[in-house]
């Protein structure tokens, strides 16, 4: 199972993107995401992988939704998280971490069209997460 976190501040989301070319979503912007281990919960596993990968500490405020990953094609949850931490510190496996805004969400090429439909669904022009589940 694969965690994920849709990390909004300041009107923007943050996406990342991988530094192995061997990944099959080299190249295209994600949201910070990991592998649980045996025994984690979901939200340890994406606190874990959040402080690994990008030094974050966040807080889960809720699940947002479950998919199946477009890439490895294993179940993914997706978490709204907030920040606890502001100092962004990429690990090897990540090439670079960079907030967007809605209107450059609409502009990115190189991102997998569902998940940019989902972010611009579930966020408002404000940048902000849309109360209603019902777009999640």
């Known amino acids: 199972m694969i965690v994920c976190a849709t990390i909004v ?7 990342v993107r991988h530094s192995s ?3 099959p979503d080299y ?8 592998r649980m281990k045996l025994g984690e919960s979901p939200e340890e596993a994406l606190k874990r992988e959040m402080k690994e990968e990008l ?4 807080d889960v405020v809720r699940e947002l939704t479950e ?15 907030t920040q606890r931490t502001s100092n962004i510190v990429t ?6 971490a960079k907030w967007f805004n ?18 611009l669904l579930v ?6 997460v849309k109360d209603s589940r019902r777009v999640v």
């Open 9 to 15: 501040s300041d009107m923007k989301v943050l996406l």
């Open 21 to 23: 070319r061997s990944k």
């Open 27 to 34: 190249g295209h912007w994600l949201l910070p995401a990991g």
């Open 55 to 58: 030094s974050l500490e966040v």
């Open 67 to 81: 998919v199946i990953d477009p890439y490895t094609k294993d179940g993914l949850i997706n978490f709204l998280c």
């Open 91 to 96: 690990s090897s496996e990540l090439e670079e």
């Open 102 to 119: 809605t209107n450059e969400i609409r502009g990115i090429v190189n991102i997998n069209r569902d998940l940019k439909q989902f972010l």
């Open 123 to 128: 966020l408002d022009s404000e940048g902000r």
